[in-house]
């Protein structure tokens, strides 16, 4: 059973296009993760949300948890070929150790 | 050194031998997990230490599966008389306790033939 839904699984799009890409879950979550993975390297975090409805921003990205702590979506804004890779979701519990990861989306952003 | 180490980064293993994989966390970082991640999947939970504590091993798939982590820095995951199907990235990650944010290494990729 996956705890964490991603969508799409795949998007491709062009240089200078916006993407929004989901997670869903049907659990509340003490925090949740975002991480990028290039391939042959570890997911690198980006970012941490904790409260529902915040908003973070990271450059051209856009991070949202929802009011509910159950899903949260990444927007970014013109994309470059740089944002190519496997963008992750992880939802942790306090006091609870591990952290559950969705499939991901694979983004590829086009020259 | 400044961030998590793994190796190594590449492991070929025949059918039915023993391998092991090590993890160098990141200093201070009390919390150590193990994830393993198949191509086009996310990492999956195998087991977390807190120090030398091994605190949830839930995810190790089967008793072909050990990992330690004596001195509560340095980890080691075990996989004994390994089979195809534990083919994939080994994935190591360290944190302060409770934050949820994981630091990860590169991974260990194991081919079993």
């Known amino acids: 059973t996956q705890l964490l839904e991603q969508s799409p699984q795949f998007l491709s799009i062009q240089e200078g296009e916006n993407l929004t890409v989901y997670c869903n879950s049907s659990?509340?979550?003490?925090?949740l993760q975002w991480y990028r993975q290039e391939p042959g390297e570890g997911p690198v975090l980006l970012v941490t949300?904790?409260?529902?409805?915040e908003v973070k921003k990271l450059k051209r990205l856009t991070f949202q948890f929802g009011d509910a702590r159950k899903d949260s979506s990444l927007h970014i804004t013109a994309a470059q070929p740089g944002d190519t890779g496997l963008y992750l979701c992880a939802g942790a519990y306090t006091n609870a150790g591990k952290s559950t990861f969705g499939d991901g989306t694979t983004l590829t952003v086009k020259p | 050194g400044a961030g998590v180490s793994q190796s190594p980064r590449y492991k070929v293993a025949k059918r039915g031998q023993d391998v092991a994989l090590r993890c160098d966390p990141i200093s201070g970082h009390v919390s150590l997990f193990w994830y393993q991640q198949a191509l086009g999947q996310g990492p999956e939970f195998l087991t977390y230490f807190q120090n030398e504590a091994q605190l949830d091993k839930s995810g190790l798939p089967s008793d072909r599966f050990f990992a330690e982590r004596p001195e509560g820095s340095v980890s080691t995951l075990k996989i004994q008389r390994t089979q195809q199907e534990d083919s994939a990235v080994y994935l190591c990650a360290s944190s302060l306790p409770n934050t949820g944010e994981l630091f990860f290494g590169e991974g260990s990729r194991l081919t079993v033939l």
């Open positions: 659990s509340v979550f003490s925090s």
């Open positions: 949300v904790v409260t529902g409805g």
